[in-house]
C-alpha cells in the first residue's frame, strides 16, 4: 500500500514569527495582496499590524473580511470577486478556520476559473492548475487548517457543510506565531483544545493511517492533554504548544482521514453553529466505543497519550475503557456541554442531521461503517 503526505512548502513556528511575513513576500516579489480574514480579526490589533508591515513592504493590499464563523458559499462568492477585481497575486490569510479556508476556496477558484459554482468544491477536487499562494498566519481558533489541504464550506440554502478535499489548495507558507492569539480575541481554547483532540484521535485510528502519521496523531494527544488547561487560563507558552498541536493534529487527519465524530460534528455546525469542540466532546466517547471492538490495540497508545494509567498486563477491554474514560475526563474538566439539548439541537432535527452526516466525506475513513440509525442512535445518546 502507498501512501502520500501533502504538506506546506514552507513553515515557520515560535513567537515573533511574523516578521517573515515581509522576507516571503519579497522572495516572491509580490506586489498585490488580497488579506483575507473574518470579522473577529478584522476589529483586532492583528489587522493593523499586518497592514503596517505590507505598507513599508510597499505591497498594495486589499482586505476582504466577510467570513463569519461559520465560511458560506456566498463568502467564497464575493470573496472571489473581490480577489478577481483587485487582481490578487497571493493571499494572506490571517485569522481562524473561517479566514484560512475561505482562502483556500477563493485561490483555488482564482486559478481554475473553469471552476464557476462553490458547491462544486465539494468532495474531491480535481482541476489542473496550483491555488493563488497562500500565506497563513492562524489564530489558535484555526485548529490546524493551515496545515491541511481540506476545507468546509457551509451551504446554508441546504443547511449543510460541503466537505472538500483540494491537495492544490494547500497554503505554500503558514506563519504560526502564538502571539496573533491575543486576549482580545476571546478565543474559546476549551473548545479548540477539545476539536484538537478529536482531529488527533480519529486520525490515529483512521482505517489510512500510516506511521508518519501516527507520529504526529500521539505527539498533538500528549501536548493538547498537558497543555490546554493552562491554554485556558491564558498561559502563553500553553498557548504556543496548543497551537503547535493544533498543526500537527490537522496535518495527521488531511494525511489519514478523520472519522464519525468529526462527520457528526459538521453536521451540527451547519445546522446550529455549535462550536466544532463542543460537539465533539459529546460525540467522541460515543464513537470511540462504537469503534472499539475493530480498534486493534490502538487504543491502548491513545490513551497513555492522554495520561491514563495503563497496565502492562491490561486486557484489550480495560485500555479500551481507560482511553474512552480518559476522553470523558477532559471534556468535563474543560466544562464543555453535557448535552446537546443544552446546545438547541432538538429531537426532529436528528433525521436531516444523520442524512448530512452519512453523506460527509469524514465517514469514507472511519475505521469502521455506520448505518444512518447508528447515527441517530449517537446523536439521541447525547441528546
Known amino acids: 500500500m502507498s501512501n502520500r503526505l501533502i504538506l506546506n512548502d514552507t513553515a515557520y513556528f515560535g513567537a515573533g514569527t511574523l516578521k517573515k511575513l515581509s522576507s516571503e513576500l519579497k522572495e516572491r516579489a509580490f506586489t498585490r495582496v488580497l488579506v483575507v480574514t473574518d470579522s473577529v480579526v478584522a476589529q483586532s490589533k492583528i489587522i493593523l499590524k499586518i497592514a503596517k508591515l505590507l505598507a513599508q513592504s510597499r505591497i498594495v493590499y486589499q482586505i476582504y473580511d466577510r467570513p463569519g464563523i461559520n ?52 468532495g474531491e477536487v480535481s482541476c489542473k492548475n496550483k491555488a493563488l499562494p497562500v500565506i497563513a498566519l492562524p489564530v489558535a481558533s484555526s485548529c490546524g487548517t493551515e496545515a491541511s489541504y481540506t476545507f468546509t464550506i457551509n451551504d446554508d440554502s441546504n443547511n449543510k457543510n460541503l466537505y472538500c478535499m483540494a491537495p492544490l489548495s494547500i497554503p505554500s507558507t503558514v506563519i504560526v506565531d502564538y502571539e496573533l492569539s491575543q486576549k482580545d480575541l476571546a478565543l474559546d481554547f476549551a473548545s479548540i483544545g477539545m476539536e484538537t483532540l478529536c482531529y488527533a484521535i480519529e486520525s490515529y485510528i483512521s482505517k489510512n493511517s500510516f506511521k508518519l502519521t501516527d507520529v504526529y496523531s500521539l505527539e498533538a494527544i500528549k501536548t493538547i492533554i498537558e497543555n490546554i488547561k493552562e491554554a485556558v487560563k491564558g498561559d502563553k507558552e500553553a498557548i504556543e504548544k496548543v497551537m503547535n498541536a493544533n498543526y500537527m493534529a490537522s496535518l495527521a487527519s488531511s494525511n489519514s482521514g478523520l472519522g464519525l465524530a468529526s462527520a457528526m460534528s459538521e453536521a451540527l455546525s451547519a445546522n446550529y453553529d455549535i462550536p466544532f469542540g463542543s460537539s465533539c466532546g459529546l460525540l467522541l466517547p460515543g464513537v470511540l466505543q462504537f469503534y472499539a471492538v475493530s480498534s486493534g490495540d490502538k487504543y491502548k497508545e491513545i490513551a497513555l497519550a492522554l495520561g491514563a494509567k495503563v497496565s502492562s498486563k491490561a486486557s484489550s477491554s480495560d485500555y479500551r475503557k481507560s482511553c474512552i474514560s480518559a476522553v470523558e475526563k477532559i471534556a468535563k474538566e474543560l466544562k464543555l456541554p453535557k448535552k446537546l439539548g443544552d446546545l438547541g439541537v432538538q429531537k426532529k432535527d436528528l433525521d436531516v442531521l444523520s442524512d448530512n452526516a452519512v453523506q460527509n466525506l469524514c465517514t469514507k475513513d472511519s475505521l469502521k461503517d455506520a448505518s444512518k440509525k447508528k447515527i441517530t442512535d449517537l446523536y439521541k445518546a447525547v441528546l
Request: aromatic letters at 4%; charged letters at 25%; one cysteine or more.
Open 71 to 122: 465560511l458560506t458559499v456566498q463568502n467564497v462568492k464575493s470573496g472571489l470577486d473581490t480577489a478577481a477585481i483587485f487582481k490578487a497575486e497571493c493571499i494572506i490569510a490571517i485569522g481562524g478556520k473561517s479566514a484560512i479556508n475561505a482562502a483556500k476556496a477563493i485561490s483555488l477558484m482564482y486559478s481554475n476559473p473553469e471552476i464557476k459554482d462553490v458547491k462544486k468544491l465539494e
